[in-house]
C-alpha cells in the first residue's frame, strides 16, 4: 500500500480563504518535508518539518509523530499560492531518500 | 548563488539512444540523490550518493547509473532509453535530512 497519503487531492479556494493539507504515514516516521511545485516549476522545500509546529508568515506546519501525520495550514490564502503541494517522508535505513505523497493541487480564484 | 544546477532543461531523443544529464550543488552537501517524477507528477527516489555510499532504489532499471566526479556533481546517465522514461528527472542534495532540489530536466522519449 502507499506508504504516504495526502489528502484532499485536489483544493479550490477563493483568495482569502484558509486552506488545511494532510498528510498520512503508514510506518513510523523518521523525518517529512514539505514541498511547493508549480506547473513546470521546481520543488521548494515549504518546510522541514520532522515534529512539532513550524510557522512562516501564513504557513503553519504540524507534525504528530505518535499518530504519524502532518499537516500544512495557509491563512489567507492568495493567487500566487496556487499550485501542487507535496508532503515527503524519509525511507528509512539512514539514507535520508524521501518517499513522496501524490499531492494536493491547490487552486486560488480571484 | 547557492543551489542545485541542473543540465539541460529539456532532452528529446529516440528510443534506444543514450543520454547523460548532469546536476551540480553549490551548498557544500555530502549526500546527493536523483529522483523521476513521471506524467502523474509522483516523485520517486532512484539513486542516493554520498562519498561513502551509493544507494539505488531497487526499482530503477540497470539501464540507468549515476556518475560522480566529486561530493558537487551526481550525474545520471541512461544507456538506452525507452518510451517509459520520459519524465522529468530532479536532482537534490542533503546535508542531513532537508533536502534542496534542481529545476529538472524534462525528457522525451519518441
Known amino acids: 500500500g502507499q506508504q504516504v497519503q495526502q489528502s484532499p487531492t485536489s483544493l479550490v479556494l477563493q483568495e482569502g480563504e484558509n486552506a488545511e493539507l494532510q498528510c498520512n504515514f503508514s510506518?513510523?516516521?523518521?523525518?517529512m518535508q514539505w514541498f511547493y511545485q508549480r506547473p513546470g516549476g521546481s520543488l521548494i522545500s515549504v518546510f522541514y518539518n520532522p515534529s512539532g509546529t513550524k510557522q512562516s508568515g501564513r504557513l503553519t506546519s504540524t507534525t504528530v509523530i505518535k499518530e504519524r501525520r502532518s499537516s500544512l495550514h495557509i491563512s489567507s490564502s492568495q493567487i500566487t499560492d496556487s499550485g501542487t503541494y507535496l508532503c515527503?517522508?524519509?525511507?528509512?535505513?539512514?539514507?535520508?531518500?524521501?518517499?513522496f505523497g501524490s499531492g494536493t493541487q491547490l487552486t486560488v480564484m480571484p | 548563488e547557492t543551489a542545485v544546477f541542473q543540465t539541460p532543461n529539456y532532452h528529446v531523443t529516440q528510443v534506444g539512444n543514450e543520454v547523460s544529464f548532469n546536476c551540480k550543488q553549490t551548498l557544500g552537501h555530502d549526500t546527493m540523490y536523483w529522483y523521476k517524477q513521471d506524467s502523474k507528477k509522483l516523485l520517486k527516489i532512484m539513486f542516493s550518493?554520498?562519498?561513502?555510499?551509493?544507494?539505488v532504489n531497487e526499482t530503477v532499471p540497470r539501464r540507468f547509473s549515476p556518475q560522480s566526479s566529486d561530493k558537487a556533481h551526481l550525474n545520471l546517465r541512461i544507456k538506452s532509453v525507452e518510451p517509459e522514461d520520459s519524465a522529468v528527472y530532479l536532482c537534490?542534495?542533503?546535508?542531513?535530512?532537508?533536502?534542496?532540489f534542481g529545476p529538472g530536466t524534462r525528457l522525451t522519449v519518441l
Open positions: 550518493y554520498n562519498n561513502k555510499q551509493l544507494i
Open positions: 510506518t513510523s516516521l523518521n523525518s
Open positions: 515527503a517522508m524519509e525511507r528509512g535505513s539512514g539514507s535520508w531518500q524521501l518517499i
Open positions: 537534490a542534495s542533503s546535508s542531513y535530512a532537508e533536502q534542496f
